[in-house]
C-alpha cells in the first residue's frame, strides 16, 4: 500500500507568530518553521502501519517555501520513505484554491492508495484544503476523525461532535484528515536522521504541474487584533465572593 | 570544525526535544524520590542513545564523539544526572564493542545498545580510588573460568545493571597486572551495598559491588590478561570528555535561567540586569561555558582521529569543563539570591549535580598530574 502524507510547514506556536503588515503574508523569518503539529500526528498514523507492513510506503508531500525542505527532511528522518516538494516563487502567497489545485496534482503523481492530512493548522487555516484536494482529485474523504483503523482495501473511522459519533468508511483510492486526538509523533532516531539526505525528494515547480500559477484572492488588509484591555478587580470588603459569582454567572461561565 | 554540519544540527534538536518532553519535567521529582527511571533510559536507547560511537554492526550508531559531546550536552541541559549515567553506560558499550571479540560483542552490544540492559564501569574501591592501578580485586584462573573476589566503591548503576565491567587484579604487577571481566548480573556470589546517600545525582544509583568467589566463564574475559588497565583507560578518555560535555550542559542551563531571572527581577527600581556588576558574572559565565565547549569539541575530535595528543586533551577538556560547569551552576545560585537556594528553581539541584563531575572520572588534580606529567616530559 502506498500513503501519502500532506505535511504543512508553520511557524513554531510556540514562539510569536507574526504577519506581514504589508503583503499579508506570515512572516516566515521571524520565528521557527516547524512540521504543523497535526500533520505530525498524520505522519505517525502512516508510519504505524509501516511498522505493522514494511511493505507499506509512505511519501510526504508538501508545498512551501524552499526552507520546507528541513521539514521533509524531518518527516523522512522519522520514516518516510520520500518526499514531493512544490516549490516555486510563483506561488508565494498562494491561496486555498490554488494550493489544493497544486497539491491535487502532485498527489496524483504519487498513485497513493490513501491520502492523510490534518483537519486545520495552526498558521493560516480554513480546514478546507483537504476537502478541495478530495474534489479534484474525486476521492471519498473522511475527515475530522478521532481515530482510524486502516485495512487492506478500505479504511474506517470515527467522527465526533457535540451531538454524536459517526463510524464511516471509504475504500481505496481515499483520502482522511487526522485531528489532534490521534497519537502525538515519535522521535526520528539517530539512524533516521543519518539516513534521511539518502531518500529521495522530488521538487516539483507550478509549471510542472500545470495550470494557473496566480491566486484567485488578495489579501486586502490585515489589522492587529486590539490590545487586551485591563480586567475588572474586585476588592475584597467581604462580598468579594458574591461579586466574582455575579460575574460568572452574567457571563454564562457557571 | 566549529560549524556543526545539517545531520548534528538534527540530532541536538531531535535529543533537546526528546530531554525537554521526557526528561526536564520530571527531573525533579527523580531527584526528591532517588529514582532511576529505566524506563526512559530504554527510550533514549530506541533513539540510538545507548552505543552512540559503538559500530553498526551489532545495534551502535556508529556516530562521532563530537557526536556524542553534542548529544550529552544536550540531554544534560534537561538533567545532569540522567546525562551523566547514559555517558557511564556508552563508555560501557564502546569498552565491550571496542576490545570485545564477535561473540562477546554479539552478546553483549546489542542489548546495551538498546538500553534494555544497563551498565556499570568498576574500577573504584573502598581503598583506593584515584590509584587506580594499585587495585587489590582478584580475579583467579581455575580451569575454563575466573573466580573473582573483591569489592568495588562508589558504582554507578550498581543493584540494576545487567552487566559489570569489573578491572581486577590476574598478576601482583601494578597496572600490568589488571585485567578487564564481565560479570553478568545475577552471576553466584555478586551482591551489592545499600544505596549511597549522596549530595546529588539522586536519580540514579551508586552502591558497592561484592563478588566473593563469584565464578565466570574464560569467555567473558575482555581482552588478553594485563590489559584491563590500558582497558579503563581508554574507556575514561571519552568519559571524560562526555562527562565534561555534560557539565557544560548543565551550567549552560544555569546561565539561561540566570539571564531570564535578571531580566525579570527588580531591585533598586530597575531589572537586575541593569547591574553591571551582574551583568559581568554573566559574561563570564558565558566566556567559561564557551573556552569548555571549544576544548570539549578538540578533544572529541583528537579522540576520533586517535592523535597523539589524545590523553592530554582529553585530560584538559574534563577538567576546564567540569569546572566551569559547576562554577556556572555555583554563580547562577548566587545570582539567583535566596531563590537560588530553593528547589523550585531547579538551580540548587544542577549544583548538586555538577559538583561531583569535579571528582570522578580521575578527579581534577588527577587530571592535573596527567596534564604536568606530560607537560614535564615533553
Ligand atoms: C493571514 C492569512 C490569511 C489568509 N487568507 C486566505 C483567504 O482569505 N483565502 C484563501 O483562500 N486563503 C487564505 N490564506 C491561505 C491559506 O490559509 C492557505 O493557502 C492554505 O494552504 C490553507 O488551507 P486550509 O486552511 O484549508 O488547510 P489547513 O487548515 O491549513 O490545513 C489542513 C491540512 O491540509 C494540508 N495542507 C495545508 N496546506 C498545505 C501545504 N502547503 N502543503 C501540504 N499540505 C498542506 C495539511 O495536511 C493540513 O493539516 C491565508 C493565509 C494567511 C496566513
Ligand atoms: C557519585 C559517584 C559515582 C561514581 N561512579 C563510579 C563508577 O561508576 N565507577 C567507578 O569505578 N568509580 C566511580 N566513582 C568513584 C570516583 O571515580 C572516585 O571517587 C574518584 O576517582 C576519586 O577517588 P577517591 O574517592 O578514592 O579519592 P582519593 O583517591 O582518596 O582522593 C582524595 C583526594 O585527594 C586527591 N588526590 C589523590 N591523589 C592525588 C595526587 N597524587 N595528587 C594530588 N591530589 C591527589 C584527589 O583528587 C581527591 O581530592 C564514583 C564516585 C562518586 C562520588
Known sequence: MKIAVLIKQVPDTAEERILDPGSGRVDRGASDPVIDEITERALELALAVKDQDKSTEVVVVSMGPADTAKSIRKALSMGADSGIHVLDDLLAGADLVLTARMLAAALRETGADLVIAGNESTDGRAGMLPAMVAEHLSLPMLGSLVSAEIGSGSVSGRRQNESGTQEVVATYPAIITVTERFPEARFPNFKGILGAKRKPVETLSATELGGETRAASTVLEVSKRPARTAGAKITDDGNAAAELVDFLASRRLI | ?378
Open chain 2, 1 to 378: 570544525m566549529f560549524e556543526l554540519t545539517e545531520d548534528q544540527k538534527a540530532i541536538v534538536e531531535m535529543v533537546a526535544d526528546f530531554a525537554a518532553e521526557n526528561i526536564a519535567p520530571y527531573a525533579a521529582a527523580w531527584d526528591r524520590d532517588h529514582h532511576f527511571p529505566v524506563d526512559v533510559l530504554a527510550q533514549a536507547g530506541e533513539l540510538g542513545m545507548g552505543g552512540i560511537y559503538v559500530r553498526e554492526d551489532f545495534g551502535g550508531s556508529g556516530m562521532s564523539r563530537l557526536d556524542a559531546a553534542l548529544i550529552f550536552e544536550e540531554l544534560s541541559k534537561a538533567d545532569p544526572t540522567i546525562a551523566a549515567y547514559i555517558s557511564i553506560h556508552n563508555m560501557v558499550a564502546w569498552m565491550i564493542d571496542r576490545f570485545g571479540n564477535d561473540e562477546q560483542r554479539a552478546a553483549w552490544v546489542p542489548q546495551l545498545c538498546t538500553m534494555e540492559m544497563l551498565g556499570s564501569y568498576c574500577l573504584t574501591e573502598p581503598g583506593v580510588g584515584s590509584d587506580a592501578a594499585a587495585l587489590s580485586t582478584r580475579a583467579v584462573l581455575d580451569g575454563d573460568s575466573y573466580v573473582l573476589n573483591g569489592t568495588k566503591q562508589f558504582i554507578s548503576g550498581a543493584g540494576t545493571s545487567g552487566v559489570y565491567l569489573v578491572m581486577a587484579r590476574t598478576a601482583d604487577t601494578g597496572s600490568a597486572g589488571i585485567t578487564a571481566f564481565l560479570v553478568p548480573d545475577g552471576t553466584e556470589g555478586l551482591s551489592f551495598g545499600a544505596l549511597e546517600a549522596k549530595m546529588g545525582w539522586n536519580a540514579q544509583p551508586t552502591r558497592q559491588v561484592v563478588m566473593e568467589n563469584v565464578r565466570i566463564p574464560v569467555g567473558n574475559r575482555l581482552g588478553e590478561e594485563g590489559t584491563g588497565f590500558g582497558i579503563a583507560m581508554k574507556g575514561l578518555n571519552g568519559g571524560r570528555v562526555n562527562i565534561g560535555a555534560c557539565s557544560v550542559g548543565g551550567g549552560q542551563s544555569a546561565l539561561d535561567k540566570s539571564v531570564a531571572y535578571l531580566k525579570e527581577r527588580e531591585a533598586f527600581g530597575k531589572p537586575l540586569i541593569g547591574q553591571q556588576a551582574l551583568l559581568f558574572a554573566i559574561a563570564d559565565m558565558e566566556t567559561e561555558l564557551e573556552i569548555a565547549r571549544t576544548m570539549i569539541w578538540r578533544a572529541a575530535d583528537a579522540l576520533e582521529r586517535g592523535t597523539a595528543d589524545t590523553v592530554r586533551l582529553c585530560a584538559m577538556a574534563k577538567l576546564v569543563a567540569t569546572d566551569a560547569g559547576f562554577n556556572a551552576a555555583n554563580t547562577a545560585l548566587q545570582l539567583h539570591g535566596g531563590y537560588g537556594y530553593l528547589s523550585e528553581y531547579g538551580i540548587e539541584k544542577i549544583v548538586r549535580d555538577l559538583r561531583v563531575h569535579q571528582i570522578l572520572e580521575g578527579s581534577n588534580e588527577i587530571m592535573r598530574l596527567v596534564i604536568g606529567r606530560l607537560a614535564v616530559e615533553k
